[in-house]
């Protein structure tokens, strides 16, 4: 088993609320241009995924757009007739 390294300078650690020290660990790796994002479970990575540094702005903008969606205020519409 490969030994557990440290996150590069560029990166973060978010905890799972399901506990079983579950966490994603999200590295930037800038000599190789790409992000990491691992999944981790009592101190053992049990997968990952390369994303190509120029992908990341889409993973970005997904979240992004997510997050207003969930957060959308419906528009309210005068009813007919209604001038304000």
């Keep these: 088993m490969t030994a557990v390294r440290p996150l590069p300078r ?3 650690i978010f ?5 079983d020290e579950r966490a994603l660990r999200v590295s ?5 241009d790409l ?4 999944l981790w479970r ?3 990575c049990t997968g990952s995924f390369r994303l190509a540094g120029d992908d990341v702005a889409d993973l970005v903008d997904t979240l992004v757009n997510v997050l207003r969606q969930r957060h959308a205020v419906p528009s309210v519409r005068p ?3 209604d001038t304000g």
């Excluded at 905890?15 to 506990?19: E, K, P, V, W």
């Excluded at 992000?35 to 691992?38: C, D, L, R």
């Design 10 to 12: 560029t990166g973060s």
């Design 15 to 19: 905890f799972d609320a399901r506990g």
């Design 28 to 32: 930037w790796h800038e000599e190789a």
């Design 35 to 38: 992000v990491v994002v691992s």
């Design 42 to 44: 009592d101190n053992v």
């Design 79 to 81: 009813a007919l007739g």
